[in-house]
T-cell receptor, first 108, second 112 residues
Framework: KNEVEQSPQNLTAQEGEFITINCSYSVGISALHWLQQHPGGGIVSLFMLSSGKKKHGRLIATINIQEKHSSLHITASHPRDSAVYICAVLTSGSRLTFGEGTQLTVNP | DTAVSQTPKYLVTQMGNDKSIKCEQNLGHDTMYWYKQDSKKFLKIMFSYNNKELIINETVPNRFSPKSPDKAHLNLHINSLELGDSAVYFC???????????FGDGTRLSIL
């Protein structure tokens, strides 16, 4: 079993919908990352958080350290949000351990 | 202007060959990383260097050897390439290990 589990694996939404992607982890962490990988393959860091909540534009990330759970929300989704969203946790020894990613498709 | 640049973008070669992938960052970061993304798109850390010193060395065959001539460069040399080495390799950097990482565009390695 992977130390980082994401759900759902695949998500299809209509433009304008509110989207939630979940990430659960089973190890002690110092921080959690949300990454975005576009169809072209490039990877962009969206958030790095160790507590609470962060917001950037239409994206919101939350983390509950006690429950070992994080969520990534996208408000007013748009086709350009279509990408793979990857959760990764920073563990002891400064290692990033990745989830398997969530493929998001937003249809117009 | 590119923050983290990898070369080449594509690498197609025969089994048994030796090849290198170069990575350079112009962000002034102290820490650099190599990741492997397999055919199922799963990312895994391979190596990490902090100020030219190796700090992470995952269970990677010793055919893979990272080299950091200075803190702005982290190259990956692979000896005796095997079919299973086919993947996309990403370089990344961060100010410190506790800061967000900036990724290169990836190098798609195909072994024939």
């Amino acid at each position: 079993k992977n130390e980082v589990e994401q759900s759902p694996q695949n998500l299809t939404a209509q433009e304008g919908e509110f989207i939630t992607i979940n990430c659960s982890y089973s190890v002690g962490i110092s921080a959690l990352h949300w990454l975005q990988q576009h169809p072209g393959g490039g990877i962009v860091s969206l958030f790095m958080l160790s507590s609470g909540k962060k917001k950037h534009g239409r994206l919101i990330a939350t983390i509950n350290i006690q429950e070992k759970h994080s969520s990534l929300h996208i408000t007013a989704s748009h086709p350009r949000d279509s990408a793979v969203y990857i959760c990764a946790v920073l563990t002891s020894g400064s290692r990033l351990t990745f989830g398997e990613g969530t493929q998001l498709t937003v249809n117009p | 202007d590119t923050a983290v640049s990898q070369t080449p973008k594509y690498l197609v070669t025969q089994m048994g060959n030796d090849k290198s992938i170069k990575c350079e960052q112009n962000l002034g970061h102290d820490t650099m990383y190599w990741y492997k993304q397999d055919s199922k798109k799963f990312l895994k850390i391979m190596f990490s260097y902090n100020n030219k010193e190796l700090i992470i060395n995952e269970t990677v065959p010793n055919r893979f050897s990272p080299k950091s001539p200075d803190k702005a460069h982290l190259n990956l040399h692979i000896n005796s390439l095997e079919l299973g080495d086919s993947a996309v390799y990403f370089c990344a950097s961060s100010g410190t290990v506790n800061q967000p990482q900036h990724f290169g565009d990836g190098t798609r390695l195909s072994i024939l």
